[in-house]
């Protein structure tokens, strides 16, 4: 699983949120709770809340079904 979500991490998350000034970290996965740091222009956006729920999550449950809920650390 945490494979998977990598790849999605790299291959489509990571390029939008560059192209926008900022960037995503993996911090872990325990059971079906992916964590994730928000960088760069993303770390203090006021929409941060909604590219995370609206974009990172949908991104990464498309990618893994598995995955019960992505949070912000």
Do not use: Y
């Amino acid at each position: 699983m945490e494979e998977k979500i990598r790849k999605t991490i790299d291959e489509t998350i990571r390029p939008m949120l560059q192209s926008h000034g900022g960037n995503i970290e993996l911090v872990s996965v325990v059971g079906g709770v992916v964590s994730v740091k928000l960088q760069g222009a993303c770390s203090g956006c006021p929409h941060a809340a909604a590219t995370l729920k609206q974009f990172v999550e949908a991104e990464l449950r498309k990618a893994v079904p598995e995955i019960a809920e992505v949070k912000a650390v």
